[in-house]
């Protein structure tokens, strides 16, 4: 796990100080980790959970744990500057990685439907995906047990139960 937290920080580093600045402010490799690492496990289940090929999971993933992350940053990044800023930056970076999951989400879906279109799909999310064919799959077996209930399929054992003759069951 340490090495783990090692690798992460010289990967911070490695984005220059620009841009490490713009994003983190002062935060020490810590801090980040600390920010970030629930944005990436949420992302990960995301994509763990999501139907579909690997683009599905992918975008599913990324685009939670960079709309959580990010949006938990600059939020957090706001409240510092607040007076009393310093206590309010842990609660107002959950609270802006909440409401970027949703973005993210949000953003999801959009570049899912665009990639099913790409794809010669109908322009629908993995989980529209899945919900038509779970829908089509329940409309058969409905289908199919009403012909069978009603003895319009053919060699059931529905046709065997009564006499066509008398009406009555046959012994």
Do not use: C
Not at 43 to 72: N, V
Not at 165 to 171: D, E, L, M
């Amino acid at each position: 796990m340490i090495s783990k937290i090692r690798m992460a920080g010289k990967g911070l580093n490695a984005l220059g100080s620009g841009t490490r600045r713009i994003l983190f402010g002062d935060m020490g490799k810590g801090q980040i980790i600390g920010r970030l690492a629930p944005d990436a496990f949420f992302g990960g289940l995301a994509a763990f959970q999501t139907p579909g090929d690997m683009g599905d999971k992918l975008i599913a993933g990324g685009s939670s744990f960079i709309g959580g992350g990010l949006t938990g940053l600059a939020a957090g990044r706001i409240a510092r500057r607040l007076p009393g800023g310093k206590h309010l930056e842990g609660p107002a970076d959950m609270i802006g990685s909440l409401g970027g999951d949703y973005l993210g989400m949000m953003a999801s879906d959009q570049i899912q439907r665009g990639k099913d279109a790409l794809m010669g799909g109908q322009g629908l999310t993995a989980w529209e995906r899945m919900s038509a064919e779970q829908q089509s799959q329940y409309a058969q077996q409905l289908e199919q047990q009403l012909l069978a209930q009603y003895g319009i399929i053919p060699g059931t054992r529905e046709q065997y139960a009564v006499d066509p003759t008398t009406g009555y069951g046959v012994a």
